[in-house]
């Protein structure tokens, strides 16, 4: 049997105590993150994403920018050196603080701060664009709609969400749970407009081709 770096979760309803009351409660998955935030990674590769660096340089990623589930910052910090007004935020202290440490050495200005993704609606200000590498296709069946409806909150109408995520063109169970088309859609049907849904690759450590995955540009209408 293959291992698994983390679960595929379907079902996840020992975290719905946390996914109501994300500041105060611990569920098992901030217990994973936190514990593979205390070495490398897998999916850390020191650098942006491929498809970030491609977006950016094609000029779809526009005005100030958060990155929801930054890690360690790398693609908010890429899209900072390339003029955006940039933030990362994630719920774990750990990756946060090497986004901090990293900004500081490169001598960037990027804002970065620990909270949940279910809670964004408490940042109390609007972006341009919303950038996602790897976080969406973390989230369980619960956690999407309440996800969307945050997601909302922070984004300016007409500005784009875009997400890259694990796809089911992925063989075998090894990593995080693959995401379909059909998922995708279903989750942006309503006040939302669906620019594209491409066959994308998430870089990796392990495994240097990546993984397949789409890349999607989802607009708020
Ligand atoms: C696969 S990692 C990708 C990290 C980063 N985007 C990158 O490309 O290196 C997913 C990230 O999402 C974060 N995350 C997962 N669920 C979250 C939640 N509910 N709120 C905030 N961050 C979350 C994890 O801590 C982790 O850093």
Not at 1 to 29: G, L, V
Not at 135 to 147: A, G, K, M, V, W
Not at 192 to 214: K, M, Q, V
Request: proline share 5%; glycine share 10%; net charge negative.
């Amino acid at each position: 049997m293959s291992k698994r770096i983390f679960p595929i979760t379907t079902d996840k309803k020992q975290c719905i105590t946390f996914i109501y009351f994300p500041t105060n409660h611990h569920s098992m998955e901030t217990d994973f993150f936190e514990s593979v935030y205390q070495g490398e990674p897998p999916w850390d590769i020191g650098r942006p994403q491929q498809a970030y660096m491609q977006l950016e340089q094609a000029g779809e990623i526009v005005g100030s920018v958060l990155d929801v589930g930054c890690g360690t910052g790398e693609n908010a910090m890429y899209l900072a050196e390339h003029g955006h007004e940039a933030w990362g935020i994630d719920f774990i202290p750990a990756a946060i603080q090497k986004a901090r440490e990293k900004a500081a050495q490169r001598h960037l200005t990027a804002t970065f701060r620990v909270l949940n993704v279910l809670a964004l609606h408490t940042l109390g200000r609007t972006f341009d664009t919303v950038i996602d590498s790897g976080l969406f296709h973390t989230l369980s069946d619960e956690e999407r709609p309440l996800f969307v409806d945050n997601l909302g909150t922070v984004l300016n109408r007409g500005g784009v969400y875009f997400m890259l995520c694990v796809s089911e063109a992925e063989p075998g169970d090894y990593g995080p749970r693959r995401v379909t088309q059909a998922e995708i859609r279903e989750s942006f049907k309503e006040g939302w407009r669906i620019n594209y849904i491409r066959p994308a690759t998430l870089e990796g450590r392990l495994r240097p081709s990546g993984a397949h995955g789409w890349l999607s540009s989802i607009s708020k209408e």
